[in-house]
């Protein structure tokens, strides 16, 4: 166990649901990472959280739209959502600051699947 | 010119062999370096850090050449266990870059 936790695991949803993916972390941590990973493709991250104030966004479509009420969840809230949206979505935490490494803890992610 | 490129791979190796990953950074802003480990289906997971003066954790040997902008991995006396995809990470502050990963099959 990293000690970041993702929920649910699995997601099946057609394009006009709206729900969300879940992430807390138990490192005490003060940043929070969602990042999509498509087949074949590298990790791309899709939103910084840090002191839990967002700190990048990276021209993410407006259908993903991130929530961090504390520095230790973190959501990702899906709306009307494409079949391309399809893959593994990756939460992760670390310790950020001037003199950290930034050593990121990745949970086990949730794998979606719109239909 | 993508921000971190590493060997396309596959590699698939017997048992006992030594393998070695390279990877290039665009970014000489880049301030720390990784490799992680994920296997299939799994999450990523932190395999070392990677430092200028080279560091060793057992098997696995890691090399920095900031003045070329490469990241190596080196690993002595393959296992099975070893099969997995191997990311190489680039972070500047907050933004980690991720290679696309070279997959490793160990075979008996």
């Known amino acids: 166990e990293t000690g970041v936790t993702q929920t649910p695991r699995h997601l099946v949803m057609g394009m006009t649901n709206k729900k969300s993916l879940k992430c807390e972390q138990h490192l005490g941590h003060n940043a929070m990472y969602w990042y999509k990973q498509s087949a074949k493709k590298p990790l791309e991250l899709m939103f910084v959280?840090?002191?839990?104030?967002?700190?990048e966004n990276n021209s993410v479509p407006s259908r993903f739209s991130p929530e961090c009420p504390n520095s230790s969840h973190l959501f990702l809230h899906l709306h009307t959502l494409q079949p391309e949206d399809s893959a593994l979505y990756l939460c992760a935490s670390s310790q950020a600051g001037r003199k950290a490494k930034n050593i990121q803890y990745f949970g086990a992610g949730t794998r979606l699947s719109v239909l | 010119r993508k921000e971190v490129e590493q060997d396309p791979g596959p590699f698939n190796v017997p048992e006992g062999a030594t393998v070695a990953f390279n990877c290039t950074y665009s970014n000489s802003a880049s301030q720390s370096f990784f490799w992680y480990r994920q296997d299939c289906r799994k999450e990523p997971k932190l395999l070392m850090s990677v430092y200028s003066s080279g560091n060793e954790d057992g098997r696995f040997t890691a090399q920095l050449n900031r003045a070329s902008q490469y990241i190596s991995l080196l690993i002595r006396d393959s296992k099975l266990s070893d099969s997995a995809t191997y990311l190489c990470?680039?972070?500047?502050?907050?933004?980690?870059?991720f290679g696309a990963g070279t997959r490793l099959t160990v075979k008996p």
């Open positions: 990470v680039v972070n500047i502050a907050h933004d980690m870059r």
């Open positions: 959280y840090s002191l839990e104030e967002r700190v």
